[in-house]
């Protein structure tokens, strides 16, 4: 029955996870596109896109904290779930996170010695790139 | 410094006391996935958790888990 449940609630934070990527990616990436691009068809286009994917990122991320608040009345299965692979796994996501967060603006930086760029869209894109390289590499770490 | 692997004897006492990776998981308080890494070499547990498993068992901790200098 404990058993179960717990590779249960494993499996529902992966799908959860993977989700909230598939969500992320598509809404802010549309939301950039909408900042950098000037055509109004590809800008509406992208709005319809980028409703879709914040419904996505939205609904799982309830899911996501409706999960960790229920996790908190079970103990047990809250530090099982929570043990010391998937703190180390957590862990390597966020250091990757950084790495790409520092690389990007490192990029920023050099383009913008020979060219100007919109603060706000360069913003954007280090968060963008962030948040994806977190969640893309904590999926890849919790599979199995 | 040569290079050290970690190897266990995990599978062969799962095997004796006839339990699945599922039910050691929650006999330790993980989940089957870090049994898993930890029986095929991928992840090296802390000290704590290699005690859980030997206790469990019921031998030493040397016996379950061996480092071979290469």
Known sequence: METSMIEK????RCNLLKWLTIGWAIWFGTFIMKDSIQ?????????TVGAFGWIIFIINLIKFLK????????????????????????HKSFQIGFGVVIWTTAVFL?????????????????????VLSVLISGLIYNHD | MGNQELTNQIRVQRAIKNITQEELAAQIGVTRKTINTI?????????????????????KVEELF?????
Do not use: C
């Open chain 2, 66 to 70: 061996t480092l071979n200098e290469e």
């Open chain 1, 39 to 47: 055509n109004d068809m590809i800008i509406g286009a992208a709005s």
């Open chain 1, 67 to 90: 999960l960790k608040r229920e996790l908190g009345w079970d103990k047990k299965a809250e530090k099982a779930l929570n043990d010391e692979l998937h703190q180390l796994n957590m």
């Open chain 1, 110 to 130: 050099g383009i913008a010695e020979f060219t100007e760029i919109k603060a706000v869209l360069v913003t954007e894109i280090i968060l963008y790139f962030g």
């Open chain 1, 9 to 12: 609630l494993e499996k529902t």
């Open chain 2, 39 to 59: 029986e095929t070499g991928k992840f090296v547990p802390s000290t704590i958790l290699a005690l859980k498993l030997a206790r469990f068992f019921g031998i």
